[in-house]
């Protein structure tokens, strides 16, 4: 069974531009998006452009969950046992509502492509050959390794916990 998908994050209307990777490990549900480098933050989309903002290269669980929020049905929505069922989904899950919608939302044209792991690898080692980054190496090294988050911990040089746990919660 796979353990982990990664995804581009592409945008139909300007030559299926690829702002970054989507990666989703199943283990740990956990989220982490990687920023493809070399755009302004004008031409990033909303939610991403705080993190290109704030000068980091990948978005952590906290801001990626919030992205993917803004892309799927919230399960408030009134008719979302049918669009459930639909979906084939038993329970409400954030990831199975990503993959039922392909990552497209309403306010824009952009959707999810999946790809290999390790063009995944390739690709972020293209991006940040030059960059030395922490999370980036702890990504490339957990998608060669398949092995979990180490505590469900990203760790900077400092050694200051960046983030802690699983924050998604079950409905």
Same mark, same amino acid.
């Given at each position: 069974?796979?353990?982990?998908?990664?995804?581009?994050?592409?945008?139909?209307?300007?030559?299926?531009?690829?702002?970054?990777?989507?990666?989703?490990?199943?283990?740990?549900?956990?989220?982490?998006?990687?920023?493809?480098?070399?755009?302004?933050?004008?031409?990033?989309?909303?939610?991403?452009?705080?993190?290109?903002?704030?000068?980091?290269?990948?978005?952590?669980?906290? !801001? *990626?969950?919030?992205? @993917?929020?803004?892309?799927?049905?919230?399960?408030?929505?009134?008719? %979302?046992? #049918? +669009?459930?069922?639909?979906?084939?989904?038993?329970?409400?899950?954030?990831?199975?509502?990503?993959?039922?919608?392909?990552?497209?939302?309403?306010?824009?044209?952009?959707?999810?492509?999946?790809?290999?792991?390790? !063009? *995944?690898?390739?690709? @972020?080692?293209?991006?940040?050959?030059?960059?030395?980054?922490?999370? %980036?190496? #702890? +990504?490339?090294?957990?998608?060669?390794?398949?092995?979990?988050?180490?505590?469900?911990?990203?760790?900077?040089?400092?050694?200051?916990?960046?983030?802690?746990?699983?924050?998604?919660?079950?409905?």
């Amino acid at each position: 069974m796979l353990n982990q998908r990664v995804f581009l994050l592409l945008d139909k209307p300007f030559n299926d531009r690829c702002y970054g990777i989507l990666y989703y490990r199943y283990n740990d549900k956990q989220f982490r998006f990687i920023l493809k480098p070399g755009y302004t933050f004008d031409e990033y989309p909303s939610l991403i452009d705080r993190a290109y903002e704030k000068g980091l290269n990948v978005m952590m669980q906290k !801001d *990626a969950f919030r992205f @993917i929020n803004a892309r799927i049905i919230p399960h408030g929505r009134q008719n %979302i046992i #049918d +669009i459930m069922r639909s979906a084939n989904l038993r329970s409400y899950d954030e990831f199975g509502m990503l993959m039922y919608t392909q990552g497209r939302a309403t306010i824009d044209d952009m959707y999810l492509k999946e790809i290999e792991v390790q !063009d *995944a690898i390739c690709l @972020i080692k293209e991006w940040y050959s030059s960059i030395d980054d922490k999370d %980036i190496d #702890d +990504i490339v090294d957990n998608l060669n390794n398949a092995t979990t988050f180490v505590n469900n911990n990203l760790i900077d040089q400092n050694r200051k916990v960046l983030e802690r746990g699983n924050i998604l919660y079950d409905i």
